[in-house]
């Protein structure tokens, strides 16, 4: 033995050396400790002894071997050849003994035999106990060398079988406490272990100044190293010496790795320590049924030491990990990794609360480890709010910032740096928690996204003082509007680039447009006025160049391009900021379609206001009609683009109005452009209508026969040559010049244009009318001029006497001037009219006129490229050409029924200011029907007339003219009158006359007409008034009575004038010029006595 110890001292002399640098102690006295160990040892354990305690506890998880499935189990304690025995407890497999036990030990190498049996008393047991001298079944047994004791130990022993056949299962709980002879006072073997283990650690760290050196150990057993050689030798020898299980070396070397755990690497090993800690207490085996809590409270370490360590340890690395971003630095790829570690270490801990410990409801480690990150993010973006400036200028390499802004800071009015720069500094952290911390914290997968936490973090903070400074802003407004729109850009950048897709903002509307709505908006009031001043610039522009095609291609000038140009610019930034906020959205587009419609209804106005100017240059003046169109186009396109059917209802109803409005503006051009047009239209047709008056022949024209049918059309040719010779030229370079959409609005101007003229200028020429001075509808002036020709026509054929003396008294009157004049110009268009004959159209030239409005058409059709045949069908001017000529055919009794038909306001029943009624007139009409032949006669009684406005100079003798007007009655009396009163403005006449009406027509056919006159001898009776009563009226009740307001004149619409207009060229025909005198027959001009 002595020879083993020299050679053990000489091989490994650096044991003895480190043990003596680590306990301080000096050669002289080390060489004295040998000498004593040797002589210890060299005199062997002849004079070793010990006493023991051992105290039998409990028992957990016994197998039944009784048939019942229990057992009645007891113990069996061995030292030597001293044995005792604990009582049974019968049928239990967790038994509970706390019984206690003295021996007496003399050889250290003496073992403690527990065995665990079940106690049988039946046959089978007896006769057992005859071959094996043991009667009891055996549960299980575990051994402990008496040498590997020291001081009081707690411990569970998981029990063992005894040969391969033996079924066992469970462990024993002992409490042993060794009092060893010579060894009272020294420290129990784990106290010793501990300070040993301890002193190493500590004095390893100080020789690798403070940082822990970690052993370079691989494979499942690594973690049982703690430090390299021959430091771990040591403590291998102490431990296998002196009993010190491995699960207390672990827990000894992981309370001394607690005060280091700061230290590169640390945190790893330390996981791995716990984590085994966890495994070697809380993972039982199928032959052990101790509970984890149980373990832990027996072992040697001490349950509240460690339990200690353990809380002072987690709230550690709370702290730390509240600051990770400057304990755990994105720069330092070592210490990232000791973070990762620091996290699992925590979950280690975690699980030995739950598992070990056995605690209900311990904090999760996720939930730790969230609120720590939190606490660091909201530090984060406190100190970059606080540091902004100073950290910006080191972050980017900066020049110096202005000192007011800096003084400033967030509350500046008057600068958005601040935020901007803010902006990048919380990007930056984002970014580095995204890059480097995300992949390292990934322990809580579902739990916990670094990355997303830290946008989420910064942009719950950030949002709060960002609306708050912008509320600040709205105040005041002292920085520029496209300032503000910039900020909003970054902004919107920050959001959609790391907020938009994290919890809890994934799907949500942001609020940040709702900051920067005011200052949106002041952007829009501005680009306003920027849009009308670059509208007014283009448009200046384009004038000066007589606008010019924007391009070969092109139908259209430079301007309308400009325009939409700026306005795209203004759209697109607004598209831009790609506003998730859909009710802002809704307002932005509301004052956006407000902007386009300002300055596109104000370039309109541009136009027309200088668009006759151009008329004359056919191909200036097409192209600003372009202009129009091609807004119109852009304007469709602009829509699209905002949203189309999508558009918010307010804003799309203000572009739909626009397009409505554009679309009068361009029709109106067309309309004037057209109109200019009308002096070389008017030459045309009326060319045409001299060709059509030369085209001679009479009588009914059939066009099914082929021969007049060519006659008819080389007619109607030869009457178009000048109206297509003026319409090829035009149209011809309108369909080069104009859009599309412009060419057909301009033909169909023309084509009203031309049908209005054929029907004014050929088929019912206009004439003038006296009528003109009295005060009658508008639509009605130009109506009335038709009918005077006939009528001087007429005054002019009479006896010259007649003729002049009528002139003379409308001319020499007490009348004001005006009348004088408008005689003098009677006089002078009736000498016009004299030897002019206004006949009707023939049969034969109707035809040629109804071909050639066939070949107008298929012009304008030009064969679908056109206008559509539906339109030039359906159009009114056509219609009413076609009407017009459709009279000519017509017999003067269809035309008298069609008037009587249709004019049925010919005396306005309620007063018109100016045309007052002059009097009335009181009548009494009774209608009969023969009821064998179908008959109709009608009775009329004039009653009476009262209140007749009349003033003359001589005798006033007032009389009734009764007129039935209508079909049928060539042969039959239409006229018949009462009896004059002398000097008597409110005359009673009670005189009662009979018409017969024939059975031809229904009354529906025929009216009244009632003409109040003053009776002149020798000269033409005054008409006073006149009063109207249609039969259609009485036809229900047979018969009635009233008062007949009297008129000035009578009033006819647009069929009414053009019947009578065609009557007053039948000369020949009595009934037609006596209705044509009845109706157009105005009140005289009265005498008033002048002084």
Known sequence: MKDRMKIREHNKPEIFDLIMNVFSVDKKSHGGHMKAVKQSVLDGTSKWSAKLAITVICAQGLIGKDKTGTSDPYVTVQVGKTKKRTKTVPQDLNPVWNEKFYFECHNSSDRIKVRVWDEDDDLKAKLRSKFTRESDDFLGQTIIEVRTLSGEMDVWYNLEKRTDKSAVSGAIRMHISVEIKGEEKVAPYHVQYTCLHENLFHYLCEQATGQVKLPDAKGDEAWKVYFEEPSQDIVDEFAMRYGIESIYQAMTHFSCLSTKYMCPGVPAVMSTLLANINAFYAHTTATTAVSASDRFAASNFGKEKFVKLLDQLHNSLRIDLSVYRNTFPASDAARLQDLKSTVDLLTSITFFRMKVQELSSPPRASTVVKDCVKACMKSTYQFLFDNCYELYQREFQTDHENPQDIAEGPNSTKSLEFWHKLIALVVS???????????????????????????????????????????????????????????????????????????????????????????????????????????????????????????????????????????????????????????????????????????????????????????????????????????????????????????????????????????????????????????????????????????????????????????????????????????????????????????????????????HTLEKTVVLPPLTDPRQIFPIPSNAQAKIEDVSRVLLNHVSQMPGKMSNSLLQQVSTGPASQPFADISKKLADISKDMEGKNLTNMSPKQCAVLDMALDTIKQYFHAGGNGLKKTFLDKSPELQSLRYALSLYTQTTDSLIKTFVQTQTAQVNDKPVPGEEPVGEASIQVDLFTHPGTGEHKVTVKVVAANDIKWQTNSMFRPFIEVNLIGPHLSNKKRKQSTKSKSNNWSPTFNESFQFILGNESEPDCYELHICAKDYCFAREDRLIGVALLQLRDIVEKGSCALWLPLAKCIHLDETGWTVLRILSQRSNDEVAKEFVKLKSECRHPEEVETR
């Open 429 to 755: 952290v984002i970014e580095e928690d995204r890059t480097s911390y995300t992949s390292v914290l990934n322990q809580f997968p579902q739990e916990l996204n670094v990355g997303q936490m830290s946008a989420s973090m910064q942009w719950s903070l950030f949002s709060q003082d960002m609306k708050y400074a912008l509320e600040e802003h709205e105040k005041e407004r002292l920085c520029k509007s496209s300032e503000y729109m910039n900020l909003h850009f970054k902004v919107k950048w920050l959001y959609n680039k790391y907020v938009a897709e994290v919890p809890p903002y994934k799907g949500e509307v942001p609020e940040y447009p709702l900051w920067f709505e005011p200052f949106v908006m002041q952007w829009l009031n501005e680009n306003d006025e920027v849009s009308m001043e670059y509208l007014h610039g283009a448009y200046e522009r384009d004038k000066k160049d007589v606008f010019q095609k924007a391009s070969e291609h092109a139908l259209f000038s430079c301007s309308v391009t400009d325009v939409f140009t700026q306005l795209n610019q203004c759209f697109d930034v607004i598209k831009k900021l790609e506003c998730p906020h859909p009710e802002v959205v809704k307002r932005y587009m509301k004052r956006f379609s407000k902007t386009i419609q300002k300055v596109l209804l104000a370039y309109a106005e541009l136009v027309r206001r200088d668009f006759e100017k151009y008329t004359p240059k056919h191909n200036v003046a097409c192209i600003m009609m372009n202009n129009i169109q091609q807004l119109r186009v852009q304007l469709e396109k602009m829509f699209e683009a905002m949203g189309g059917d999508k558009l918010d209802p307010e804003a799309a109803n203000v572009l739909t109005q626009l397009q409505q409005k554009l679309n009068s503006v361009l029709d109106d051009l067309s309309s004037i452009f057209a109109t200019s047009l009308n002096v070389q239209i008017r030459q045309s047709i009326q060319e045409l209508g001299s060709l059509l008056g030369k085209v001679s022949g009479g009588g009914q024209v059939s066009l099914s026969q082929p021969s007049q049918r060519n006659t008819i059309q080389q007619e109607s040719d030869a009457i178009l040559r000048p109206l297509m010779d003026f319409l090829d030229g035009s149209l011809t370079m309108f369909a080069q010049v104009c859009e599309k959409t412009v060419l057909k609005r301009l033909l169909k101007e023309l084509w009203r244009i031309v049908m």
